[in-house]
């Protein structure tokens, strides 16, 4: 089973958030989602400020990327 790191996005800085071996991307994708859906409720303010939540593999490549904020909310 794969590894996958998770990194708060904050303009050019990365924050590891932690990482885990989980089953699939699908599984991954989830959990991205589900980090960036609590920052949104713990750190609200990070919302207007573009950041995202990235997934990447053991050799650093991003897979996949969520913004923070709620897309199409105003």
Do not use: H, W
């Amino acid at each position: 089973m794969p590894y996958f790191n998770f990194d708060l996005v904050i303009g050019a800085e990365f924050k590891c958030q932690g990482g885990m071996i989980l089953e699939d991307m699908e599984n991954a994708i989830d959990k991205a989602e589900s980090l960036a859906s609590e920052l949104r409720i713990v750190r609200p303010e990070l919302c207007s400020t573009g950041c995202a939540v990235r997934i990447t593999d053991d050799e650093s490549n991003e897979l996949y990327r969520t913004p923070v904020e709620l897309l199409g909310r105003r």
